[in-house]
């Protein structure tokens, strides 16, 4: 099982940017799919971006054009790169991935963004 670990969450104002890491333990290279996830208090989580093996990206409307999902095999990374920061982006951040090989997907323990003046 693949162990994850997100990171970069904090406080930014709106307008801001942050980048988002996701540390994967072991190596994620045969992935079939990463993506990021959010949850806001008292909602549902929902999809924000998925980066399939083959290079397709898709994103929630709400992240089109401000967000940008990226997977970096060297370092065994994920990110994802958050642009134009709004207060309902507010939420924790979870990374996913899923697994070629197994089928399995893993989740990380997720970091918390908070966009505020």
């Known amino acids: 099982q693949v162990q994850l670990v997100e990171s970069g969450g904090g406080l930014v104002q709106p307008g801001g940017s942050l980048r988002l890491s996701c540390a994967a333990s072991?190596?994620?290279?045969?992935?079939?799919?990463v993506a990021w996830h959010r949850q806001a208090p008292g909602k549902e989580r929902e999809l924000v971006a998925t980066l399939t093996r083959g290079g397709s990206t898709n994103y929630a409307d709400f992240a089109k054009g401000r967000f940008t999902i990226s997977f970096d095999n060297g370092q065994n990374m994920v990110y994802l790169q958050m642009n134009s920061l709004k207060p309902e982006d507010t939420a924790v951040y979870y990374c996913y991935v899923r697994m070629l090989t197994t089928g399995r997907g893993s989740w990380g323990q997720g970091t918390q963004v908070t966009v505020s003046s």
């Open positions: 072991g190596s994620i290279f045969n992935f079939a799919v």
